[in-house]
């Protein structure tokens, strides 16, 4: 094994298709490769893995594309795993709410029957699992107060036109089963496997993390400075549901937005204020982003072809995609931003 990391250490570059990439090059002595051991173990923790289909004929298999792309980081992150998906507006006032209840057998029907008795009469909730979409018309904050008052349990995960949002505990596999992933149809779709590392192991501390409406990102990596941008962005009246450092960098960029930087500008502000190791994978209504810290410490590869691009944590996540043998694979660069748009 070491032989074979001291070679790694040598070289002057990695193919974006090699299972590892390593964060920076250092000499090849058994000391630099004692030393880089522990960075290498951490460089496994967490697999992320987005898809924008711009075929508009295949976007009725995202799900197929997807969930084998999230499946295959099963050791990755087996703890939790989720999935933002974006599919058909349902109107143009409706949202679509994303709910979460980890109480057994919750009575998801009588739930939907007080909504459209004391809220919204039009309104149509889906269960599944522990889960359920709620689209409706309701103000969002109202709906929140709501809740918290009749149903405290129900969490909700995601709110926007377009955006749905399933994350659960438990392996990558079981988890898209339970939930049918390979079902969904849509544009685009973000995932994210976990590996706990700095916070506790719960649906809600399970990725995407969202913020606003339409917005969310999945991060491998790790922040040194979240606490600090957490105690800012409370300073400003926002609230955060759990203590996990993806959720203040996914706060960080809402913000910024909400104060009227496009999500390139917020980007680029979150290049000078976040500080640590990471690659964010960002979804909106209708593009996918992804970005690396200034070193490119977490891994990453990306494959475009004229019907899809898709990145993930690993080449193989992306090997059961159609035409990959012709798609365009790169390594994203540190401290650039990639944006594709539906």
Request: with cysteine; proline share 6%; glycine share 6%.
């Amino acid at each position: 094994m070491l032989a074979r990391l001291l070679q790694c250490l040598s070289q002057d570059s990695l193919s974006p298709s090699s299972a590892t990439i390593l964060p920076f090059k250092l000499a090849a002595t058994p000391v630099a490769a004692m030393a880089i051991l522990p960075l290498l173990a951490e460089s496994t923790m967490c697999g992320i893995v987005g898809i924008l289909i711009k075929d508009p004929a295949l976007r009725s298999q995202l799900g197929e594309f997807v969930t084998p792309m999230l499946v295959c980081l099963d050791e990755r992150g087996p703890d939790s795993a989720g999935l933002a998906a974006f599919e058909e507006h349902p109107s143009a006032d409706a949202r679509r709410i994303s709910l979460f209840c980890a109480a057994p057998d919750f009575d998801w029907a009588s739930l939907g029957q007080r909504i459209c008795n004391e809220l919204d009469a039009g309104a149509r909730l889906s269960p599944q699992a522990a889960s359920a979409e709620l689209v409706s018309s309701v103000p969002v904050e109202k709906l929140r107060a709501w809740l918290a008052r009749h149903a405290p349990q129900v969490h909700a995960l995601a709110v926007g036109k377009s955006i749905r949002v399933i994350k659960d505990e438990g392996r990558p596999g079981d988890i898209a089963r339970r939930y049918r992933f390979e079902t969904l149809a849509g544009t685009h779709a973000i995932g994210h496997t976990r590996m706990a590392t700095e916070s506790a192991v719960s649906p809600l501390h399970a990725h995407p993390f969202t913020a606003g409406e339409d917005f969310c990102l999945v991060h491998n990596g790790s922040l040194s400075n979240h606490h600090m941008i957490r105690r800012k962005l409370e300073r400003k009246g926002i609230r955060f549901e759990t203590d996990n450092d993806s959720e203040a960098a996914c706060r960080y960029l809402q913000w910024r937005m909400q104060e009227g930087d496009a999500l390139e500008t917020a980007i680029e502000a979150a290049f000078r204020e976040l500080d640590g190791f990471y690659t964010l994978l960002i979804a909106t209504l209708d593009s996918l982003v992804v970005v690396r810290d200034p070193f490119a410490c977490k891994p990453a590869v990306a494959a475009e072809t004229d019907a899809y691009v898709a990145v993930a944590s690993e080449y193989r996540s992306l090997a059961h995609l159609p035409g990959i043998e012709q798609a365009e694979l790169f390594e994203p660069a540190p401290e650039r931003i990639y944006a594709w748009n539906v």
